[in-house]
């Protein structure tokens, strides 16, 4: 409805908080802005300081509604981010922004509604055949944590979006130095999850495990010399810590490809695997995605694609 617009689009992660307005129904997403989340103290400080600089804070141009995802289980009113201090009541936020709706959903419930308005050219497939129109797509990805959701047709056809919290499940290994792997990570951590080493943090953990079980002292780096030094073959630990990385990557997308049976394509979003580019294509990934004994050819068919859009978060939220 026209009266729904201009209408505050929004993406609060772990770390970025990325906002945009959509001023009209068939308007494009727009004065998109992306802020760091620890400069703000709260989310109601974050968006009126992004409607300031956006010129937006009053006017025509101020935001009548609005459609959050948010990287933490909305649960009820209350929504607590996982991985940031942040936390807010859903309608405390409606009503000091004074807008007449707001929703707020899990960030990859928002990602998952976007999946069937990516563009194509965004897009990167890593093998399968072409995906079955109106199955369940899966979706995952890396950043700050992991987020796990999908689609999922009901018996009229219409798509419906996951909420879900799968990144914690069990990490389970698939060979003997996996297992020596996890063993370490168990007596350091306890339960060891799936985003326990596919995320930013993890990437440094995996490097760690891989220095110990070398026998090597392991510096202190950040996830982004992790990245930097592995890719650029600088630091046998590191490239060691990314093939771990992409290997992991493939046994949680494939067991959740066969948990929701995603003929129409499983989906890897999030900020770490984009950036691995061609690291990630010819990395043992998809080797492992379809290592499924008895339902290896079930796996052959399912084609991966790694979301390359900017703001696909956005295009989600616009939906919702």
């Not at 609005?66 to 940031?84: E, R, T």
């Not at 695997?273 to 290592?291: I, M, Q, Y």
């Amino acid at each position: 409805m026209q009266t729904d617009y201009p209408k505050l689009l929004g993406d609060i992660g772990g770390t970025n908080v990325r906002l945009a307005l959509k001023l009209s129904p068939d308007g494009e997403i727009s004065h998109i802005l992306n802020l760091n989340l620890r400069d703000h103290a709260d989310a109601v400080s974050a968006v009126e300081h992004y409607l300031t600089q956006v010129g937006a804070g009053s006017g025509p141009m101020r935001p009548r509604t609005g459609s959050i995802g948010a990287a933490g289980p909305v649960l009820g009113d209350h929504l607590q981010l996982f991985n940031a201090p942040w936390g807010f009541s859903i309608e405390g936020l409606r009503q000091a922004l004074g807008l007449t709706r707001l929703r707020v959903l899990n960030d990859f419930t928002v990602l998952a509604l976007a999946l069937p308005h990516l563009p194509q050219a965004e897009l990167r497939q890593i093998g399968g055949l072409a995906p079955v129109a109106g199955m369940t797509m899966g979706l995952l990805g890396a950043g700050t944590g992991l987020g796990v959701s999908g689609l999922v047709p009901d018996l009229q056809g219409q798509m419906s979006p996951i909420a879900g919290e799968g990144g914690h499940v069990t990490l389970a290994a698939s060979d003997d130095n996996e297992e020596r792997l996890i063993a370490l990570l168990r007596r350091r951590f306890g339960h060891v999850s799936a985003e326990r080493v596919l995320s930013g943090s993890g990437l440094v953990v995996l490097y760690e495990a891989h220095a110990q079980l070398a026998g090597q002292p392991a510096e202190a780096l950040m996830p982004a010399d992790v990245t930097q030094r592995g890719l650029a073959g600088q630091c046998a630990l590191c490239e060691a810590a990314l093939n771990s990385f992409c290997l992991f990557m493939g046994t949680v997308a494939s067991n959740l490809a066969v948990s929701l049976g995603a003929q129409g394509g499983l989906f890897i979003g999030g900020g770490i695997v984009p950036r691995l580019g061609e690291f990630f294509e010819r990395s043992g990934f998809r080797e492992r995605f379809d290592a499924k004994g008895r339902y290896a050819d079930y796996l052959r068919r399912i084609p991966v694609f790694v979301i390359h859009s900017p703001y696909p978060a956005l295009i989600g939220a616009a939906q919702a």
